[in-house]
Structures are given as C-alpha cells and as structure tokens.
C-alpha cells in the first residue's frame, strides 16, 4: 500500500497484479509505503474504507482517492498457480509444484480448499461490503492507461522494473474446469467485466 499525501492519492496492493514492480518503482515519492509484512502490504478496501480511509480523510480535512489494479480472474489464478511452483516455496503443503493447472483450479474450486489453493478472491480483495470501494480500479492488462494516471498525478515519469516474475507453465483447462472457475469467481468475472 502506498499512499500520497499531497496529491491526495493511496494505492491498494492487489495480490497478483504487480504491485512490487510499482511500489519498487514509486516507494521513494509516497509519504507512506507499506510492503511488510505481507497482511499489511496487502491491505483490503474493505480494511482501508474502515479503519486508514477515515483517518487520512479526516487529517487532511479531504478524501483520498483509492486506486488499485484487478487482474483477469483465469490469468491472475494462473498467477497464483505459476508463484507457487517456484522452488523456492518453504511449505510444502503451498507448494503446487506437484500439480498441472486444471488440478489447482479443481481445488481451488472446493470446499474446503487445499492450503495450496487458498488464494481467497480479487473480489473479496476489493469489495467494501459497503457503497463505496475503490475510487478507480484499472484492468492489469492495461497497465499503461494506470502509468498514465499515476504520472499525471504524481507529475513525473514512472518506469516500471520487471519484479517478482512467476516461472512459465501451462495453463490449459478442460471444459469441466473452466465452468468450475466461471462459476466459483463469477464476483470476479463481473466485476472485470465492468471495467472500462
């Protein structure tokens, strides 16, 4: 989470949609940048709107605007899939370097999920519960028109560093599996779809 207090803008960190890239490339012009521990840096609309929206609001005498990125709902599971089979992952029972992707979607798919499948949803991520979520939420495939905001905004040029890159790996899916994914992130596809 990054927040800026002069031009009255906080980002939120969506998992999965670069969000290490762009608070590598932008930490030293926020007044606040917030990238440990991970429950932190990954602070929900819903967290933001009730306990750090307020606060900033009321001190500055002005609302914040509230941006954050969504991901294509298959592609940032497919995110998700991919920085788990990484080597690198300490706990076996997150790993999914033992799985293809139509058997990470099928657990993701039900209930309970396995710990290697608990990703939660973009949904839930930017869902308040409330009227009012996220002032602009820009599509991750069109990170550019987001780049554009941020440096008229912020008034200066942002280049963005290729951070925390996934390994390669397919991402087919059978028939039945694609269903099971429209169906258990339907909030997600709708909520992309809505997107300009």
Request: with cysteine; glycine share 4%.
């Amino acid at each position: 989470m990054l927040v800026f207090w002069e031009q009255r803008l906080a980002f939120l960190a969506t998992p999965k949609t670069g969000t290490t890239a762009i608070e590598t490339a932008l930490e030293s012009l926020a007044t606040v940048s917030v990238q440990r521990p991970p429950l932190l840096k990954h602070t929900t609309v819903q967290q933001y709107r009730q306990f750090i929206g307020p606060y900033l609001d009321s001190t500055a005498g002005e609302p914040f605007t509230l941006v954050a990125l969504m991901r294509e709902p298959r592609a940032w599971l497919g995110s998700w899939f991919r920085h788990r089979q990484r080597e690198d992952v300490v706990e076996a029972a997150r790993s999914t370097a033992h799985l293809d992707f139509d058997a990470f979607v099928r657990a993701y798919a039900s209930d309970p999920q396995p710990e290697f499948a608990a990703v939660s949803s973009q949904a839930r991520f930017l869902d308040s519960g409330e009227a009012r979520g996220v002032d602009r939420l820009f599509r991750y495939e069109a990170i550019d028109l987001f780049i554009d905001f941020l440096e008229e905004r912020l008034g200066c040029e942002i280049i963005l560093p290729r951070l925390n890159v996934s390994p390669c790996a397919p991402l087919d899916l059978s028939a039945d599996s694609e269903e099971s994914l429209r169906n258990v992130l339907s909030r997600d596809f709708d909520l992309y779809a809505s997107l300009d």
